[in-house]
């Protein structure tokens, strides 16, 4: 008896990953809401972009502040992103599985989590996305002064294409390839 109580106590004890949940879930709300009033402020600075009266050095100045600027709103979204795949996987790995994401059709595989490590992929490729995000939001400030730095911009693009590829690869994605008229392999005649 004391056996069962203690078993039930410790498989009731999974819930406390709920207050992680609902943390995240606030975190990720936060961060969509923050990105969108930044989004509305930027709105807001383009609308001058086509004022007859800005120089032609004023007008570079707020594109290329446009141009950063929107690149900080992706990743915003991107993080709020990565906090809302969390609290969802978290859920479901510990808690229960949401039925709503299984019936509907419009509910995409990637908030589907299955195991710890379906969470973790998931996760990382979003944060990899991040990754890119910031180097491109990097590589439109640098100034290039001299060849080493156009050879590290090279050389960090040739990076990140090779990061895309390896997780492009480990998804499986490279099926064997069929002669023409032949059907997929595992599709239905």
């Keep these: 008896m004391i056996e069962r109580i203690f078993e039930r ?3 009731n004890s999974r819930f406390v990953v709920v207050v992680a949940v609902v943390a995240s879930m606030v975190a990720a709300i ?3 809401y923050i990105t969108t009033v930044d989004v509305w402020y930027a709105i807001a600075h383009i609308v001058d972009y086509a004022n007859p ?19 900080e709103v ?46 973790k992929t998931r996760l990382a490729k979003v ?19 001299g060849v080493l730095d156009l050879l590290y911009l090279g050389a ?21 390839r069929t002669r023409a008229g032949d059907e997929r392999p595992g599709t239905p005649h």
């Design 53 to 71: 009266l800005m120089s032609a050095a004023e007008r570079k100045a707020l594109h290329d502040d446009t141009v950063t600027h929107i690149v």
């Design 156 to 176: 960090s693009i040739a990076l990140v294409g090779l990061a895309l590829y390896l997780t492009h690869a480990s998804e499986g994605h490279a099926e064997p």
């Design 30 to 32: 936060g961060v969509f």
């Design 74 to 119: 992706v990743d915003g979204y991107l993080l709020a992103t990565v906090m809302l795949i969390f609290a969802l996987g978290l859920y479901e790995l510990f808690v229960s599985d949401i039925d709503e994401a299984r019936g509907s059709r419009a509910s995409s595989k990637i908030l589907v989590i299955e195991t710890l490590d379906d969470l």
């Design 9 to 11: 106590t410790l498989w």
């Design 127 to 145: 944060i990899l996305m991040i990754l890119v995000v910031k180097l491109f939001e990097h590589a439109v400030k640098m100034q290039l002064t």
